[in-house]
């Protein structure tokens, strides 16, 4: 069996790990496929047979089973030929789901069951909580998927749990023939408009959280976003519909106490948990003070919407900066957003910072453009201390509502070159 491992990240090399040990495929000829060409020395050191650089899809018809990275499509050109000319295209989220579903019948248990999250914003936020309330509640609980732990790496400790919550990007879900036995739905819009071909791809994709569920199987969906309902209707499950108390980031607690509970958490541990739980790094996270000026990282803000409710969070004077690589949609939500707020100036970087101020015209709050992003939290830290002077206190808000690969490998990689700069101001 000759396999292609498209992408060797942290899943790749997970997956080629657990390959290696697999009976089925620990004799099989494995190669590894990236646009990386800085990989050569690594995979000659492992010798491991590769195909590098911009033509790393072009002979994908050459294998029998090709695993893609969520980075890669399932509708790209080069995956669509290999499926049609017989080649089996899997991905690490579809082998996670075939392995547990083998495993419940080997020992023939319903364990540990699968707990899926998806939306367009909030996956984190929700999958975490989720998570640690079972824990608290003395379940055996694993948290994986998109959130960071790649789902092999976590396979054996998933058979030995009670539930497995797993974040699901669009990417993930895409091609997936199987369905988690509970499923959330957040917030769903617009989104990765640069990677799916239309919006209705990527409702489509979304959509396959719930599509192949059991009648025995619940979905959660928010009764005030259309397509999340849309989503949740497609399912056979049984559906349980939230409509939220708040609309900004608590909306998530809310959601995640919903799924708790029906698991068989008590209001004491959820509320405990939620009492106990500070966020996720790079999440409107608080960086630090200094003096009236407090700092908030948001690099995980990759869209309009997700950079709405960051600046809502504030009643302070706000100073937001922004910008990155250009997702395909409009920032005029952003605008409407912008004229109703307390952001008292806008300092966008990055490649789309023509696209986004034209959008934002509307608004017209000041816009200033920087070179890079220590540029723009020097400009930032200024202006915060000219609206700190009449209102006591401000904020500079780093929330981007783009995605970060203009500048930098992921946003981990520009939150973390955010957190460094902040600290290093003086």
Known sequence: MKIAIIGFGDEGRSLLAFLKKSPAY?????????????????????????????????????????????????????????????????????????????????????????????????????STLIFQMLKNAKYKAALLGNIGTPMISGLAAAKRADYVVLELSSFQLQDMDMSPDIAVVLDIFPDHLDAHKTLNEYYAAKAAIGRFQKKSGRIFFYTTNAWSARIA???????????????????????????????????????????????????LELVRKIKSIAFYNDSAGTNPVATIAAISSFKEPVV???????????????????????????????????????????????????????????????????LAAHAETAVVVFSPAASSFDMFTNYKERGLMYKKSVHALR
């Not at 089973?65 to 050109?77: H, I």
């Not at 056979?236 to 509970?261: G, Y």
């Not at 034209?358 to 020097?378: C, K, M, N, Q, Y």
């Open 320 to 386: 937001l900066i922004a910008g990155g690589k250009h997702k395909g949609y409009s920032y005029a939500p952003l605008g409407a957003a912008l004229k109703k707020s307390t952001v008292g100036h806008v300092i966008l970087f990055g490649e789309n910072k023509e696209k986004i101020a034209h959008d934002i015209r509307g608004s017209r709050r000041p816009v200033t453009f920087a070179a890079t992003l220590r540029e723009a939290l020097t400009m930032a830290f200024a202006r915060a201390k000219e």
């Open 233 to 283: 209707g497609k399912s056979p499950a049984k559906k349980h519909a939230i409509t939220p108390k708040q609309d900004n980031l608590r909306k998530n607690f809310e959601m995640a106490s919903a799924v708790a509970r029906t698991c068989g958490c008590s209001n004491t541990v959820i509320e405990k948990t939620i009492k106990a739980f500070t966020g996720l790094e790079h999440r």
């Open 26 to 126: 620990k004799k099989a000829e494995i190669w590894v496929l990236d646009r990386k060409g800085s990989l050569k020395k690594e995979l000659a050191v492992e010798k491991l047979p590769c195909v590098l650089g911009e033509g790393y899809l072009k002979s994908l018809s050459d294998f029998d089973v090709v695993f893609r990275s969520p980075g890669v499509p399932y509708l790209t050109e080069e995956i669509q030929a290999a499926v049609k000319a017989g080649v089996t295209v899997s991905s690490q989220t579809k082998l996670f789901f075939q392995e547990i579903e083998a495993h419940r019948k080997k020992v023939k248990s319903a364990k540990p069951l699968i707990i899926g999250v998806t939306g367009s914003k909030g996956k984190g936020t929700t």
